[in-house]
């Protein structure tokens, strides 16, 4: 017999609370004690572990969702769910903790497809893509990061039973816009209106049409919201006006930042524009800028300490580290906040001065603004509310909910402001809340090898490319080659031969050929399945495993639309190898077998029809009425024969037109 009894000297840290370790119990064991008050780190691993408590009181907090936990309660943790313990209580909790592998059981915990919603459950899920700066309208190199992304991941998410919205809207009070408006004689108000409208109708092109679209400026509820939630961050004593160093202009005497001055980027040397740099992703003070020179005059601008409101982040690290412990943080991001904390300090201005945003309440720092980009953490919440207005939902961006999930999509010059900036400022406008957040970062999009500009016009436009006919075929192609991990480079001539050559010349040969077979053999109703052969069964699993595949690639953990758009394309040219040898012999003696063959094509068609849905929503609902079906609105669970005699009508569908047939169909 092995006994174990809880020793208070043999414990130590580990996972943010106290641990000891006991041998010979067969699985690991050890004790574990939470003092009053405290609460383990987030984490996850790949053993089934048990924790059994004997004493005090607290919650277990299993991916987001809460459990009291007292003496007597035995709680098993499933490989990978991210959990922590707390103890609510006023005394010591302590608990045993029993932990094992089983290969087989992790293996099939991480290949669980999102049907499992593991992270998610019956959570209202809050997908945000950027808001866009409202100086231009959209080109493909914003559409192919995060608005595709967000989008096909709703659609994904809603077709797994999760409640699931996506929210944008225009970042009306960038300095960006000022700049423009300038350079066109207008009013900012008037550059952000012209252009939101725009953006909204370009994304509406695109068929993408946010459940929540906030144009910050038109809003009235908008600036006494943020000035708010400004006021309860000065409330907590860690953002004060502070007198750092500041840079102005040599001759009007103008304070400059973001647009209005560059220089070299102090951690990477790159240039660069104030405040961020695009190249590393590290923020900037201005002040620090090496050689930095004014838009205005290409002169050196003049440095002078100025009092702004400032955060000293470098005081958050530990907070960052646990938060980046809870939600996906691709190791890009955590190395970016490595990059920046690392440093001694990081006091970051966050207002301005400027006649173009909203004035905070408090006093000391008169003419100027909350900064744009903390202000951006509160038009999240702010969007929230405003969604939740419209579903009878009672959520207040004053008072952030425990079980709220938050996935952002942004650009990787946005890193540092979305998972650095923004969960230090609702850690101290929120004490209490936890946000739960994921993490989806894209790189840049290139054009001619060089980055698409809005500024700078280098761009390809969402509204000269995109049409009815045309939608589908440019979503396919940038998900397939969009910027993820990676710079990627659009290429028109790249683009006109996957549309040429891949969408026409594959997919939609298959498709009309597979329709005119139905015609002439089965006079256009799917036939039944008759008898199998090896191949038959061997095809039928492949296209399980593609089913697989595209449900990874979709999900909130191994999202990638690369891999969604590679994995859907191959269930085409699957499909297309497993038909060239099929029908060899097609004469009466190979009916049953000929019509097993062609029910497991239309499989194949059904099985595209559901899982491109996300990626390409109009070619799969006119795929799925070519196949007399209904939605796609349920993700497929497993791949599935056609109904036995249902009308088809594939052989003059068209699904995808080359260029030159839309330019006349168009005239």
């Not at 408590?53 to 991210?82: C, K």
């Not at 990787?412 to 979305?418: A, C, G, M, R, T």
Request: glycine share 10%.
């Amino acid at each position: 017999m092995k006994i174990t009894h809880y020793e208070p000297g043999a414990l130590s840290a580990a996972f943010g609370i106290d641990m000891s370790s006991v041998e010979g119990f067969g699985p690991g064991a050890g004790w574990g004690r939470v003092p009053a008050g405290g609460a383990s780190d987030a984490h996850q691993h790949d053993e089934t572990e048990v924790f059994v408590i004997v004493q005090g009181t607290g919650d277990l907090v299993v991916d987001g969702e809460r459990t009291p936990a007292a003496p007597g309660t035995v709680a098993m943790f499933e490989p990978f769910e991210t959990h922590v313990i707390e103890n609510t209580g006023s005394d010591d909790l302590l608990f045993f903790d029993l932990y094992w592998r089983d290969p087989a059981h992790a293996a099939r915990a991480a290949a669980a497809d999102a049907a499992d919603r593991r992270r998610f459950g019956a959570r209202p899920v809050f997908v945000f893509s950027t808001p866009p700066t409202p100086n231009g309208d959209l080109h493909l190199g914003h559409l192919s990061g995060p608005y595709l992304g967000a989008d096909a991941f709703v659609r994904f998410q809603r077709m797994n039973g999760v409640q699931a919205w996506h929210l944008t809207g225009s970042d009306d009070y960038q300095s960006y816009v000022a700049e423009r408006a300038r350079r066109d004689g207008r009013e900012p108000a008037e550059t952000a209106a012209h252009f939101s409208a725009e953006i909204a109708a370009t994304l509406a092109l695109m068929d993408i049409r946010p459940d929540q679209y906030t144009v910050t400026d038109a809003d009235p509820s908008y600036p006494d919201g943020l000035r708010a939630f400004f006021t309860r961050l000065v409330d907590s004593g860690s953002v004060n006006p502070r007198s750092t160093p500041a840079l102005f202009d040599a001759e009007t005497g103008a304070y400059v930042y973001e647009v209005d001055v560059s220089g070299g980027c102090p951690g990477c040397s790159a240039p660069t524009s104030g405040n961020i740099c695009e190249e590393c992703g590290e923020p900037n003070v201005c002040a620090d800028l090496t050689d930095p020179r004014t838009r205005r005059t290409g002169e050196p601008p003049r440095r002078a300490d100025l009092a702004r409101y400032c955060l000293p982040l470098h005081e958050f690290r530990d907070d960052l580290a646990a938060h980046h412990e809870l939600g996906r943080v691709p190791v890009r991001l955590r190395e970016l906040a490595h990059r920046v904390l690392s440093g001694a300090r990081l006091d970051l201005p966050v207002t301005h001065p400027s006649g173009w945003g909203v004035n905070p309440a408090e006093t000391g720092a008169d003419g100027q603004v909350i900064w744009v980009w903390p202000e951006m953490s509160y038009g999240f919440l702010h969007g929230i509310e405003a969604l939740g207005r419209g579903l009878g939902k009672d959520w207040k961006a004053a008072a952030p909910q425990q079980d709220w999930k938050i996935v952002h999509f942004f650009g990787y010059d946005n890193s540092f402001y979305h998972s650095l900036l923004y969960p230090v400022l609702y850690k101290l406008a929120f004490p209490g809340w936890e946000p739960d957040i994921d993490y989806h970062v894209n790189e840049f999009y290139l054009l001619e090898h060089q980055k698409f500009s809005t500024s700078r016009g280098h761009a390809v436009w969402g509204k000269d490319v995109l049409t009815a006919d045309s939608v589908d075929a440019v979503r396919f192609f940038l998900a397939r080659t969009r910027p993820e991990g990676r710079r990627t480079n659009f290429d028109p001539a790249a683009y006109e031969s996957a549309l040429a050559d891949t969408l026409i010349g594959t997919w939609q040969r298959w498709l009309g050929d597979l329709g005119s077979r139905v015609d002439a053999w089965y006079d256009g109703q799917a036939p039944d399945a008759g008898v199998w052969t090896p191949e038959h069964t061997a095809f039928l699993a492949r296209l399980g495993v593609r089913l697989a595949a595209v449900t990874q690639s979709l999900g909130q953990d191994g999202f990638s639309l690369n891999q969604a758009a590679d994995e859907l394309h191959g269930i085409v040219e699957d499909t297309v190898r497993f038909t060239a040898r099929e029908y060899l012999l097609t004469g009466p003696a190979e009916k049953d077998r000929t019509r097993t063959a062609l029910a497991l094509e239309l499989a194949a068609a059904r099985l595209l029809a559901r899982c491109s849905a996300p990626v390409m929503p109009r070619f799969a609902g006119r795929l799925a009425a070519a196949l007399g079906l209904t939605g796609p609105e349920v993700w497929p669970a497993t791949p599935e024969l056609l109904p036995a005699g249902t009308k088809v009508s594939l052989s003059d569908a068209v699904f995808f037109r080359a260029t030159d047939e839309k330019a006349t169909s168009d005239d």
